[in-house]
């Protein structure tokens, strides 16, 4: 299970790490290089679903990438990317102007429609941890990013953004709003 602890995610040990289910899946990196499912071995395994052309994906990327890049410093992970794109050279550029340097699916392969099927995935961006048979682990991995992400953009803690909830709950829940050309909020005294 992904976690948020200490400002870093820590993956618990409930699950198998490895990608025997990716081993007749074509991975290929950044370089040419043809990645194989050993190479995966012992890595907590994050299938990534985004596309270019997805305003959503093209807002969230970058906050994958800066988590990936400090969580592979710690963590025993990989992402593996699955594209939306339409078109080969549109993956191709998408992956090389804002994806880090991770596995990928190349355009066109059957599994692309087959992992949309079998993850559920309705939406993109959309990310999943599965374990070594595929079976997803967490699906809440796009949300715990941007929980991570918003936590170390504006700096403060857990507790402090908690306090900040807790403190804009009490507010609103005791404000009186009224509607003319645009809300007009006044807090009762």
């Known amino acids: 299970m992904l976690l948020l602890r200490t400002g870093r995610f820590n993956f618990s040990r409930c699950y198998a790490a490895g990608a025997e289910f990716l081993k007749n899946v074509p991975l290929t990196k950044r370089d040419g290089e043809i990645v194989k499912v050993d190479d995966l071995k012992n890595k907590a395994i994050i299938l990534y679903f985004s596309s270019g052309w997805c305003g959503h994906c093209r807002l969230f990327t970058p906050k994958l990438k800066k988590w990936y890049d400090e969580a592979a410093k710690h963590e025993n992970i990989e992402l593996v ?4 794109d339409r078109e080969a050279k549109h993956q191709i550029d998408y992956y090389n102007k804002a994806l880090p340097n991770v596995p990928y699916i190349p355009f066109g392969d059957r599994h692309i429609l087959e992992f949309l099927t079998k993850y559920d995935v309705k939406t993109i961006p959309a990310a999943r941890l599965v374990n070594n048979n595929g079976e997803v ?8 990013v941007q929980v991570h992400y918003c936590f170390n ?3 403060i803690s857990s507790s402090q953004m908690l306090f900040f909830l807790i403190k804009e709950q009490n507010i609103f829940h005791n404000a009186n709003f ?10 009762e005294s």
């Open 153 to 155: 953009s504006f700096r």
């Open 137 to 144: 682990i967490d699906q809440e991995v796009r949300n715990k």
């Open 81 to 84: 990317w699955v594209s939306r």
């Open 178 to 187: 009224s509607i003319r050309m645009r809300v007009k909020w006044t807090p």
